[in-house]
């Protein structure tokens, strides 16, 4: 008997592969980048397709910072663009677009694009769509910390912290996907994927489509999920 197909309600994304995406090809790391933002149209069709409710994306990581200049401009430039066009079609067709991270150190251009979209969408009630920038994990809880010391507030629940990251009110993080063969989280959504369920693919992200949702989806429906309790 075929397993019933259980869609997860929060599903991250780390977009791994690209560089080498290109390379296999001869082309510039650009290039897997650009292709990059073509396959994260993809997941995200396929996802709503699916009814997944949050799609989270590692896009850039407080680390990324470390990489060329030329390499850091472009990615600035391809996610504004992404903000201009694409993200700005998700809006009007009622997903929700958010972000995590701190965006103040992004250039100009870029926050503008992105603050945008997120005041059209904001009340959309749509899938949404959250892109981790210039995101860590352990800054995200180091913040909701500070948040909480600001507020003058002496003892916290889980619930008061879940409150202060940037997934505030989003359904638990049922699964997370790592793409290009690597198995590790680098600083991604810590607290968030305490009972998550992992899938790493040796498949570079650009080129994820349709079908690897449907892969990933049957992958996690086997999985099964017990909380640390007995079955
Ligand atoms: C990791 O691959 C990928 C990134 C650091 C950037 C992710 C960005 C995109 C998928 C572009 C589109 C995103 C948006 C939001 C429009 P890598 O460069 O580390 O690849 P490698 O490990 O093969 O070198």
């Not at 396959?39 to 009814?51: F, I, N, S, W």
């Not at 005041?119 to 913040?143: F, H, P």
Request: net charge positive; hydrophobic share 40%.
């Amino acid at each position: 008997m075929a397993t019933e197909l259980k869609i997860p309600r929060h599903i991250a994304f780390i977009m791994d592969g690209n560089g080498r995406w290109a390379a296999a090809r001869g082309l510039a790391r650009s290039e897997g980048h650009r292709e990059g933002a073509e396959a994260l149209k993809r997941v995200l069709a396929a996802c709503a397709q699916k009814g997944v409710q949050v799609v989270s994306v590692y896009a850039f990581s407080c680390e990324n910072w470390s990489r060329p200049q030329a390499e850091i401009k472009f990615l600035f430039s391809l996610i504004s663009q992404f903000a201009k066009k694409e993200l700005k079609k998700y809006a009007e067709m009622g997903y929700r677009v958010t972000f995590s991270g701190d965006l103040t150190q992004l250039p100009k251009s870029t926050n503008n694009a992105i603050k945008k979209v997120v005041d059209a969408s904001k009340n959309n009630t749509g899938m949404i769509v959250n892109i981790a920038l210039n995101y860590g994990a352990r800054q995200e809880i180091v913040r909701a910390v500070n948040l909480i010391l600001q507020s003058g507030i002496r003892q916290v629940d889980e619930q008061m912290f879940e409150d202060c990251l940037y997934t505030a009110g989003f359904p638990e993080l049922d699964l997370v996907v790592r793409s290009s063969g690597e198995k590790r989280l680098s600083n991604f959504m810590l607290w968030q994927c305490a009972y998550s369920e992992f899938i790493f693919t040796d498949k570079f992200w650009p080129d994820f489509d349709e079908n690897t949702i449907d892969e990933i989806l049957k992958e996690y429906s086997s999985r099964d999920r017990r909380f640390g309790g007995i079955k």
